[in-house]
């Protein structure tokens, strides 16, 4: 079964800083996408970040990338130069093939001013 | 991207009554639609997997009688909510999957997120 774990109930961080939230994830198979979804206030799920296991290279998307450790089973995600739209809750998702989306618990982050 | 649009985006209904969701792919044609739940603070909960013609297939749990799901074409995904209670009240979420293919593999499509609906149940 696959199962994803995000350890973080909720982070903070100074606006114009950086912060990594967790994410580790359980799966029998080798062949996978991650991703991490950001849930605004307006509770639209934004998909902000994905990362093919077959590679290697860590996926970015302007200010947000990832720091994917397949062997460890890790992926989390950083964010460069907060911003006060950043604040969301983020949820860390693994899909295996055509089944379905599973997602971790989610981080709340607040941005401080 | 794909937008997905949901209606109505919140329903306040009284118990016994029963409640329709739609789910819409504006921009391109979804096979597969999903319905999700969230609770306050919580994460999203697969309830059903519903595939365009076919019948939904349900989550362990999820009481396919009371949440009954059509898909009857290519756009458009309806979730009824039947004989509701107040424990049914939550944040329900759809999302569709584009048909077509990306980057050549058909084992990643993306999910398109609607904007949710607020029930309650009185």
């Known amino acids: 079964a696959q199962t994803v774990t995000q350890s973080q109930p909720e982070m903070s961080v100074q606006e114009a800083e950086t912060v990594t939230l967790s994410c580790t994830y359980d799966t029998s198979e080798s062949d996978y996408y991650l991703f991490w979804y950001k849930q605004p206030p307006s509770r639209q799920m934004i998909l902000v970040i994905r990362?093919?296991?077959?590679?290697?290279q860590n996926a970015t998307e302007n200010r947000f990338s990832v720091n994917f450790q397949k062997a460890a089973k890790s992926f989390s995600l950083k964010i460069s130069d907060s911003q006060l739209g950043d604040a969301a809750m983020y949820f860390c998702?693994?899909?295996?093939?055509?089944?379905?989306?599973?997602f971790g618990q989610g981080t709340r982050l607040t941005i401080n001013p | 991207g794909a937008v997905v649009s949901q209606h109505p985006s919140r329903v306040i209904c009284k118990s016994g009554t029963s409640v329709k969701i739609e789910c819409r792919s504006l921009d391109f044609q979804a096979t597969t639609m999903f319905w999700y739940r969230q609770f306050p603070k919580q994460s999203l909960m697969l309830m059903a997997t519903?595939?365009?013609?076919?019948?939904?297939?349900?989550e362990q749990g999820v009481e396919k009688d009371k949440f009954l799901i059509n898909h009857a074409s290519l756009t458009l995904s309806t979730l009824t909510v039947t004989s509701a209670h107040p424990e049914d009240s939550s944040f329900y979420i759809c999302?569709?999957?584009?048909?077509?293919?990306?980057?050549?593999?058909?084992?990643?499509?993306?999910?398109?997120f609607g904007p949710g609906t607020r029930l309650t149940v009185l």
């Open positions: 999302s569709a999957r584009d048909l077509a293919t990306s980057g050549g593999s058909f084992a990643y499509n993306e999910q398109f």
């Open positions: 519903s595939n365009e013609g076919s019948k939904a297939t349900y």
């Open positions: 990362q093919e296991a077959y590679k290697q």
């Open positions: 998702a693994l899909k295996q093939g055509a089944q379905k989306l599973v």
